[in-house]
């Protein structure tokens, strides 16, 4: 029913930009929250930024707000993460995932969301 497929990685030096992509199924996809994740090898999978599909409304991690901005096009059923000014730091696999049953929870919280992708590489180097 619902699938999710990320776009856009790749290789960038550091304080250059890249746009990765998000891309939900068809004319019967519908979700309350869209968000972003990224997991670096031997850590935890953090929360990047969310934005609810309705209103637009944001919000964004400390460690990148100011860098990053999340949006969506509601039309093409597309969530986009333009990511500014990177740093190595910032490499990782990045998640785009969905939460479409309306749960109850908090929105940087993986738990809150039923649907992921597969993930997309950003490497950032020095």
């Known amino acids: 029913q619902v699938q999710l497929v990320e776009s856009g990685g790749g290789l960038v030096q550091a304080g250059g930009s890249l746009r990765l992509s998000c891309a939900a199924s068809?004319?019967?996809?519908?979700?309350?929250?869209m968000g972003w994740f990224r997991q670096a090898p031997g850590k935890e999978r953090e929360f990047v930024a969310a934005i609810s599909w309705s209103t637009g409304s944001t919000h964004d991690a400390d460690s990148v707000k100011g860098r990053f901005t999340i949006s969506r096009d509601n039309a093409e059923n597309t969530v986009y993460l333009q990511m500014n000014s990177l740093k190595p730091e910032d490499t990782a696999v990045y998640f785009c995932a969905a939460d479409t049953a309306q749960a109850m929870g908090n929105v940087i919280d993986p738990l809150m969301y039923d649907y992921w992708g597969r993930g997309t590489q950003v490497t950032v180097s020095s």
């Open positions: 068809g004319r019967t996809f519908s979700a309350y929250v």
